[in-house]
T-cell receptor
Framework: DSGVTQTPKHLITATGQRVTLRCSPR?????VYWYQQSLDQGLQFLIQ???????AKGNILERFSAQQFPDLHSELNLSSLELGDSALYFC?????????????FGQGTRLTVV | QQPVQSPQAVILREGEDAVINCSSS?????VHWYRQKHGEAPIFLMI?????EQKGHDKISASFNEKKQQSSLYLTASQLSYSGTYFC????????????FGSGTQLTVLP
């Protein structure tokens, strides 16, 4: 158990809908990262937050948004869902902003858009 | 900028050695190595911060050549449990410190 909690574990929704994925980082970790992993593909970086502020942005679609709250948990909002958004979404957390400490991954949320 | 990993896939017998390479076209601040089993979360293996630094984790070690912007992961005397997909993650110098992963190397260890 990495200490990073993601909910829900599985999510099935229809095209056009909106969903929210939640991530609770390890105790003491200030940095949260979101990644998208499509079937048997690599980890695509979406966005990073550090202590409530956005620090880096990757190839995140405009239909996607995220935020990190004062208690450091983070939410990833996906709207106007398309079939191609079906993927495993990982959240990871680390103590530092990035670079010098390891990132711990949650078990992921498997999103299926039908 | 996504690092480039090679090879894409490796199949070996238990006890054999393997090397996975990771390179970047831009200056690296650090390199991270992770292993992922199918359907599971990636597990951290090691971070390399300085040029020429080599780290070890059981029979898995890695090096980082800062001048060439390359890192290599060495798996010695492979065990069945080493099977999985290995990802190198890079953080570029001077960047916003986003951790970007390569496309992965699928390693299969056969008995």
């Amino acid at each position: 158990d990495s200490g990073v909690t993601q909910t829900p574990k599985h999510l099935i929704t229809a095209t056009g809908q909106r969903v929210t994925l939640r991530c609770s980082p390890r105790s003491g970790d200030l940095s949260v990262y979101w990644y998208q992993q499509s079937l048997d593909q690599g980890l695509q970086f979406l966005i990073q937050y550090y202590n409530g502020e956005e620090r880096a942005k990757g190839n995140i679609l405009e239909r996607f948004s995220a935020q990190q709250f004062p208690d450091l948990h983070s939410e990833l909002n996906l709207s106007s869902l398309e079939l191609g958004d079906s993927a495993l979404y990982f959240c990871a957390s680390s103590v530092a902003s990035a670079g010098v400490t390891e990132a711990f991954f949650g078990q992921g949320t498997r999103l299926t858009v039908v | 900028q996504q690092p480039v990993q090679s090879p894409q896939a490796v199949i070996l017998r238990e006890g054999e050695d393997a090397v996975i390479n990771c390179s970047s076209s831009k200056a690296l601040y650090s390199v991270h190595w992770y292993r992922q089993k199918h359907g599971e979360a990636p597990i951290f293996l090691m971070i390399l911060l300085k040029g020429g630094e080599q780290k070890g984790h059981d029979k898995i070690s890695a090096s980082f050549n800062e001048k060439k912007q390359q890192s290599s992961l060495y798996l010695t005397a492979s065990q069945l449990s080493y099977s999985g997909t290995y990802f190198c993650g890079s953080i570029l110098s001077g960047s916003a410190r986003q951790l970007t992963f390569g496309s992965g190397t699928q390693l299969t260890v056969l008995p």
